[in-house]
């Protein structure tokens, strides 16, 4: 090898070199021996990768190409269930559809009818509430709440149900029923 090839290939290598970042992650616990659920929940939901045998749970199966071909043994059959399948979507979309517009078209009429009998109902109905928008009595409120209770306050959509309220259930709490609970009622 010549000296100048030697030379050459020197001048192109780096001056210095950077540090190459190399992410550890943390080691498993030393004492393993705790619930045997959890490695089998783990388990089902992530097998492994290795295809050697149909898992349990139908993720990967060797067999399902021959199992489509029993099934289906033609291009054409399996054309027609493409198609018959894509009727039956599009007569459940066009049911939907007209159930949809019939449901409108009774509400159009009721508000019509509405319109009729008494229009200041209709008008208040059909008022645009800004739900951002905040009174003077609600931003001295405001003031004297924790930030945790503002936010559910800002949180809260107008007309809906408080997000706060327990659900109903058929059995009662062990806490009990919450007495202090207070809705926040909006001067008109």
Not at 156 to 182: A, D, N, V
């Amino acid at each position: 090898m010549s000296t100048s090839l030697i030379r050459s290939t020197r001048s192109q290598l780096p001056l210095r070199t950077t540090a190459i970042s190399i992410r550890h992650y943390a080691a498993p616990h030393a004492d393993q021996g705790g619930d045997p659920k959890r490695e089998v929940i783990r388990r089902v939901l992530f097998p492994s990768n290795i295809r050697n045998r149909a898992t349990p749970i139908g993720t990967w199966r060797p067999d399902v190409g021959r199992a489509i071909q029993r099934a289906i043994p033609s291009v054409q059959a399996h054309e027609t269930i493409e198609r018959a399948w894509l009727l039956h979507k599009r007569h459940v979309r066009k049911k939907r559809e007209e159930e949809t517009a019939r449901k409108f078209a009774c509400m159009q009429k009721a508000m019509d009818m509405l319109h009729e009998i008494d229009a200041r109902l209709y008008m208040e109905a059909n008022k645009k509430d800004d739900p951002r928008a905040r009174s003077q009595d609600e931003m001295e409120m405001m003031k004297k709440m924790k930030v945790s209770e503002i936010r559910a306050l800002e949180a809260r959509i107008r007309g809906l149900f408080p997000r706060e309220l327990r659900i109903p259930t058929e059995t009662p709490s062990r806490m009990g029923w919450k007495y202090e609970w207070k809705t926040f009622h909006r001067p008109l």
